[in-house]
């Protein structure tokens, strides 16, 4: 009977987790079913996050279900996953090697890298200022930026989505509730501190359908990189004003407009998740 109830109690909780206002009160819940799982995870309380522990280590996060979701099952079970979901047993990786991570969020993976101890430059690239403030905590000695890539330079309103990691430039806020923000953008072209570097290894980008406009930013920069890895599987319309004002976007039909990409980077976007930039 206990197994049964517990096993109900991971199913409310990754499906309802939000509904429990009392960071405590998630806590207590959420352990019990570590506990159960018994995989030495403990989620606490942590001001407005939450530390989730496994064996010595420490990791923040943001809201409960995503938190839940992602850590239930332990720190190294979610590097593991993400690496199969990444293929980056394909990306070979070497001392001193530069991998490039757009929308970090919180930091999971450029943690994988990180665990690797191989001296590796890791750029990390989040606008959301909440999981940002997380990203800083999880990796302070990275090089971290909260700014947004881009085709352009300058700033741009940022529809933000902290608990659901679906923050971005294309949700529709008046449906989803959601604040916006004012942010700092950039392109990869134009970013100083990569321009030292002969070779990048990986570049991994994952912004909410918005990867169209981190590579029109980054024509130059492709050049040097040998792994793309594009994380959006998505969906959206394109609503452009081409008398110079601002982009508007909207979730809805699949993406399909190959004029906003040069002919090759379009068949690279639309071929596969992970690729070898040369080989497209």
């Known amino acids: 009977m206990f197994q049964i109830l517990v096993r109900k109690l991971e199913s409310f909780l990754l499906l309802h987790a939000d509904a429990i206002g009392n960071l405590q009160a998630f806590c207590f819940f959420a352990n019990i079913v570590t506990k159960f799982k018994k995989n030495g995870v403990k989620f606490v309380p942590q001001e407005s996050f ?6 010595h280590k420490a990791y923040y ?6 938190s839940f979701y992602r850590y239930r099952n332990g720190l190294d079970a979610r590097q593991r996953r993400l690496s199969e979901e990444y293929l980056l047993s394909e990306v070979p990786v070497a001392k001193g090697d530069v991998v490039i991570d757009v929308g970090a969020n919180f930091g999971d993976f450029i943690q994988i890298f990180k665990s690797q101890d191989l001296g590796l430059h890791l750029f990390c690239f989040e606008p959301d200022p909440i999981a940002f403030q997380v990203l800083s905590r999880n990796h302070p000695t990275l090089h971290l930026e909260n700014l947004a890539v881009s085709d352009k330079n300058g700033y741009r309103s940022f529809i933000i989505a902290t608990k659901t990691s679906d923050s971005s430039f294309i949700l529709e806020n008046d449906i989803y509730g959601n604040e916006t923000k004012i942010v700092r953008v950039t392109r990869l072209d134009d970013y100083e501190p990569l321009s030292r570097f002969k070779k990048i290894r990986l570049l991994k980008i994952e912004a909410e359908g918005f990867e169209p406009e981190v590579l029109l930013g980054a024509v130059k920069i492709l050049e040097r990189i040998q792994y793309w890895l594009r994380c959006w599987t998505g969906k959206r319309t394109e609503k452009r004003d081409h008398g110079g004002g601002s982009d508007q976007f909207s979730a809805g039909h699949e993406f399909q407009d190959d004029w906003l990409l040069p002919k090759k980077m379009y068949r690279c976007f639309q071929e596969s998740q992970l690729l070898i ?3 497209c």
């Open 50 to 55: 939450i530390s989730i522990s496994e064996n």
């Open 61 to 66: 996060s943001y809201g409960n279900r995503q």
């Open 277 to 279: 930039i040369n080989s």
